[in-house]
């Protein structure tokens, strides 16, 4: 018998399920009206971003490809605002990797996140960040010229509340780019349940490019391009450890590329 879902989805507003696959913990939904997969926890199990969660830079130390990566995002950034110096919101700064490139850059920038690891991490690097709610940015009336969000949204069971948050924090003709995994990759089509994005405790939605671009309809925004993201590069060690294996530092400097069609990038043009 196969296992059903009591949610409804977030952009539809319609229980229309139909069951992908078993994992160890969850299970994986699509909703036939929209393709937007979700999964269901048949084991609740707290995710806590931790000193073990971040003990493991994902992003090879050092690596120049994964700079390139982050400076590619600022460069796009300064193009579309025109701002040789955008003031910049990261949002879930995670281990700092964009906010040291923003930092050697002289741009100004804040990171936030909801880990106090993830802060003492970035702090430990001498960058600019706090442990502030989105709310408490709004309420000091705060504005950003661009706001980044690098591979958080899948980690969210609901994205509208914090989408629309966003909005509130953009300038007018502000930029918001954000990356999330690709549910549309061939390689999650190869490995199908044992594709470790779902084997990720903390990722709960899984987006294709229609799925997300109607997520920013849904949130208000209006100039939505959605698009591969570029290959980033992370460490052999964190692709190790997301397979079988745990304790492999030595190989931390060891650059991978991930999977060619792996990512999505969103970028909108906020106009108040």
Same mark, same amino acid.
């Given at each position: 018998?196969? *296992?059903?879902? *009591? ?14 696959? @078993? ?20 084991? !609740?199990?707290?995710?806590? &971003?931790?000193?073990?969660? $971040? ?13 390139? $990566? ?48 993830? !802060? ?12 502030? *709610?989105?709310? %408490?940015?709004?309420?000091? +009336?705060?504005? &950003? *010229? ?8 899948? %980690? ?31 390689? +999650? ?13 903390? %990722? ?27 290959? @980033? ?8 450890? @997301?397979?079988?294996? @745990? ?6 400097? !060891? ?11 969103? !970028?909108?043009? $906020?106009?108040?």
């Amino acid at each position: 018998m196969l *296992s059903s879902i *009591s949610t409804v989805c977030f952009l539809c507003g319609k229980n229309n399920f139909i069951f992908k696959c @078993r994992l160890k913990e969850k299970e994986i939904f699509c909703c036939k009206n929209d393709g937007l997969c979700i999964s269901k926890e048949t084991k !609740i199990k707290k995710t806590n &971003y931790d000193k073990n969660y $971040y003990n493991q830079n994902p992003y090879p130390l050092n690596s120049k490809s994964n700079n390139n $990566y982050f400076q590619t995002k600022l460069n796009k950034i300064i193009n579309l605002t025109g701002e040789l110096k955008p003031n910049v919101l990261d949002i879930g700064c995670g281990w700092g990797n964009f906010l040291e490139v923003l930092k050697k850059n002289n741009i100004p920038y804040l990171g936030i996140d909801s880990s106090k690891e993830a !802060i003492k991490t970035c702090i430990k690097k001498g960058l600019n960040c706090q442990t502030a *709610s989105i709310s %408490h940015l709004i309420k000091n +009336r705060q504005k &950003y *010229s661009a706001i980044t969000c690098f591979q958080v949204l899948e %980690h969210l069971k609901n994205p509208m509340d914090f989408l629309i948050s966003i909005k509130k924090l953009l300038k007018t003709n502000g930029v918001l780019i954000l990356t999330t995994p690709n549910n549309n990759s061939p390689l +999650r089509n190869i490995l199908k349940q044992k594709w470790p994005v779902y084997n990720t405790d903390s %990722h709960f939605v899984f987006y294709n490019k229609n799925t997300l671009k109607k997520t920013f309809a849904l949130a208000g925004f209006k100039k939505i391009k959605v698009q591969l993201d570029s290959v @980033r590069f992370m460490s052999l060690t964190y692709i190790i450890s @997301r397979t079988f294996l @745990r304790e492999f530092k030595f190989l931390n400097n !060891i650059s991978v590329p991930t999977d060619l069609f792996g990512d999505l990038e969103a !970028i909108i043009k $906020y106009e108040n």
